[in-house]
């Protein structure tokens, strides 16, 4: 009588309430459960790693504090500094995502204002406004956000247009739509974020139920689990293991182990570290990343490693798995490739290339000096010379050659204080040669390429005074003409070595001569790798890039991060001494400013050198954000969408993907004309491909019976016309 009296007693409370009763000892699956529709979480309670704080300094906040990121700011980079928790979802259906937040330092409230948001198991995750909506780049669904993102992450900004705490939560540069997270079956979702701008504040978090008003939901206390313990934490198991791996002495060895190597049953975000299977530590010319899980190094001898790579998922689980990395011996072959540091000892660069201590040389004085080299990221290349009047001599087996000689101006202070003669193989190549000049300053790096061909055993580099100082050298790469030679090349003009989130490499800036290095934050459209265009170089200058003899695919990206409109820039740039790009205005071009423009040509080279010259047209400075030279055939990568183009009264469209397998999209078809005709030009000929309308304003190109290689497309409209590049890479 009494149960029965106890249980129609737990009836009544469900039904006057309308909430559910957890049983006395039942686990409680995750930090936070919705309740009446309502999730509420206190940042300050949240788990913080490395580089968030837990702050009060600022006031008007709710609970017992605020979080603020302190580290790096992350503009092109997300899960830097990842929150992860979870939320236990009871009633289905879309809830409004919104948290309190406020810009915490600087005089500007556009920026230190915002962080990245991420539910990667919720059942839909999107911006809305109205009836539209945009979904995180990285999802495989569109139309995408204005602005930054990758990877499923939305970058999430507050623009209350006041210095206080607001609950101002958007996606979406210049078009604020809310955050939707939608669940379709009860169950455990994670919440997880990551740091972008230093100094935005996050005080609190809400969802709320479709049905449920946002002043309720924000007024509402914090909604933990409190009821019973969190389950015991199952460890991260392999999933498919690594394969073996082998490399060889003195080559740069790279490998990235696949994101479906290692799972977690709960779902944890996982860490790894990577050692020997004994336990020991690897060898000093092998590292590993563990941001990226990307093994790399030069070997310095053969050897069998078994190394050993080990997750954790940061509750104590953990599980490893060994494969063996076995480094072979450089096959034999005469000595043909020589790179000299000269007046130094050995050094081996950040890509892999091994330079000897000074050798070879006869006559001359060893000179070093502490000091900045721009152009370069191998400052310790250029610290160091030989000068005077000198030769060096290399034994060679007879044939031709790129001998790259690398020069800094570290002694002398100015132009006209240098001037200095080189002899390859009794061939006068430079004359009266001024570093300084070249380099358009001191302290800055600039090299000279030469092809050569050697019959008698031996390459000769003379050295010789000329009419003011002494001639000198920091460097000297003697490669077979045709190999060797780093191609492809990508240069991230006017800023660091920056690696692209599909992997691409780039330089520091490099090889070019004359022009200034500049920079400016800000977010960049149309592209994902906003950090690539948020450098450049400006001025009259030029890049000259050593390769072999052959036919290549030029790419420069562009992105107008100074001028505030059209006709404000106008340049010229001239490829292998032929005019490429006529008054070429940026903006225009790519359909306003921060917004990421390629162009793309390809051409032929006979002298070893591939010259990009940039020249000052009618208004404002010649510049470039990044370069990349490939080789002719290979598929390179534009980018995902190419910027929106427009002739003045006709379609402003956008063309993707670009490479393209076979189908590309081109969107933005002006509705209003009847005109519209897209073709294929090819060399002389021009044809129409078959075509798929899609919608009123989309149609589908097929062009998948075409062989690999760059075309252009030639769109037509409202009695206008516009040409796009786009590569066929099936």
Not at 293 to 308: I, M
Not at 310 to 315: C, H, L, R, V, W
Not at 433 to 448: C, M, N, P, R, S
Request: glycine share 10%; net charge neutral.
């Amino acid at each position: 009588m009494k149960n029965a009296l106890y249980l129609l007693l737990i009836c009544l409370l469900v039904l006057r309430t309308g909430t559910s009763v957890i049983a006395q000892g039942t686990t409680c699956p995750a930090p936070y459960e919705e309740k009446n529709g309502i999730v509420v979480i206190e940042t300050e309670n949240l788990g913080l790693p490395s580089g968030w704080q837990k702050k009060t300094a600022v006031g008007g906040y709710t609970g017992s504090g605020y979080i603020e990121w302190t580290g790096a700011e992350n503009f092109s980079r997300t899960g830097v500094g990842l929150i992860e928790t979870t939320v236990k979802i009871n009633r289905t259906g879309k809830y409004i995502f919104q948290w309190r937040n406020r810009v915490g330092k600087g005089n500007s409230l556009t920026e230190h204002n915002d962080t990245w948001l991420r539910f990667p198991n919720a059942s839909d995750f999107y911006g809305e406004k109205g009836s539209r909506k945009v979904y995180p780049y990285g999802t495989g669904k569109s139309p995408n956000p204005n602005g930054a993102g990758g990877d499923g992450w939305f970058k999430v900004y507050f623009n209350a247009g006041v210095w206080d705490w607001a609950w101002t939560t958007w996606v979406s540069d210049r078009d604020p739509m809310q955050i939707v997270v939608e669940f379709d079956t009860p169950g455990i979702y994670k919440l997880q974020i990551s740091a972008r701008s230093a100094a935005h504040l996050l005080d609190r978090m809400v969802m709320f139920h479709s049905s449920v008003s946002a002043s309720t939901a924000q007024a509402a206390a914090e909604t933990k689990c409190t009821t019973g313990s969190t389950p015991t934490n199952q460890p991260p198991v392999v999933s498919t293991p690594i394969p073996d791996r082998t490399a060889t002495v003195g080559e740069a060895f790279n490998y990235t182990f696949p994101t479906n190597t290692f799972s977690d049953p709960n779902s944890d975000a996982l860490t790894y570290r990577a050692t020997l299977s004994s336990g020991a530590a690897l060898p000093s010319w092998l590292t590993f990343n563990a941001t990226n899980r990307t093994f790399s190094g030069v070997p310095t001898g053969t050897a069998t490693l078994t190394v050993r790579v080990t997750a954790n998922d940061g509750k104590g689980g953990q599980v490893s798995d060994d494969f063996s990395l076995r480094v072979n011996a450089a096959p034999s072959s005469p000595a043909t490739t020589y790179r000299i540091n000269a007046g130094g000892g050995n050094y081996t660069t950040s890509d892999g290339k091994a330079y000897s201590a000074d050798n070879y040389a006869s006559g001359g004085t060893a000179y070093s000096r502490s000091g900045d080299i721009t152009n370069t990221t191998q400052d310790a290349l250029y610290q160091t010379e030989r000068y005077g009047n000198f030769t060096y001599n290399f034994p060679i087996s007879n044939g031709t050659y790129t001998v790259i000689l690398h020069f800094a101006e570290i002694y002398a202070t100015g132009v006209n204080q240098r001037k200095f003669h080189v002899d390859i193989e009794g061939q006068r190549k430079l004359t009266e040669y001024d570093i300084t000049a070249k380099a358009g300053g001191t302290w800055k790096a600039v090299q000279e390429s030469f092809t050569v061909a050697v019959s008698d055993g031996t390459l000769n580099v003379r050295f010789l005074n000329g009419s003011v100082n002494n001639a000198k050298v920091c460097a000297i790469e003697v490669v077979p003409a045709g190999s060797g030679i780093a191609i492809p090349y990508r240069t991230n003009a006017g800023g660091n070595s920056f690696t692209t989130s599909d992997g691409k490499a780039y330089s520091a800036d490099n090889y070019a001569s004359g022009g200034t290095a500049y920079s400016r934050s800000g977010d960049i459209t149309n592209t994902t790798q906003d950090a690539l265009y948020q450098t450049e170089r400006y001025g009259n200058f030029s890049y000259n890039f050593p390769v072999a003899n052959g036919t290549y695919t030029v790419i420069l990206h562009f992105a107008e991060i100074y001028a505030t409109g059209v006709n404000q820039r106008k340049f010229h740039v001239d490829i292998e001494g032929q005019r490429k790009l006529t008054e070429y205005d940026i903006v225009a071009k790519a359909g306003g400013t921060w917004k990421a423009v390629q162009e793309s040509f390809s051409v032929s080279v006979s002298d070893g050198t591939l010259n990009v010259r940039f020249l000052n047209g009618s208004v404002n400075n010649a510049k470039v954000c990044a370069i990349e030279i490939l080789p002719a055939g290979s598929t390179a990568r534009l980018a995902d969408s190419l910027a929106p183009a427009s002739a003045e009264g006709g379609p402003v469209v956008r063309t993707y993907p670009n490479p393209t397998p076979g189908t590309v999209t081109i969107d933005g078809i002006n509705t209003t004309c009847s005109d519209f005709r897209v073709t294929v030009v090819q060399g002389l000929s021009e044809s129409e491909p078959q075509q798929v309308i899609t919608s009123d304003s989309q149609v589908q190109l097929q062009l998948g019976n075409l062989p690999t290689g760059l075309y252009i497309l030639r769109i037509r409209q409202c009695g206008n016309s516009l040409t796009e590049k786009v590569i066929v890479a099936p």
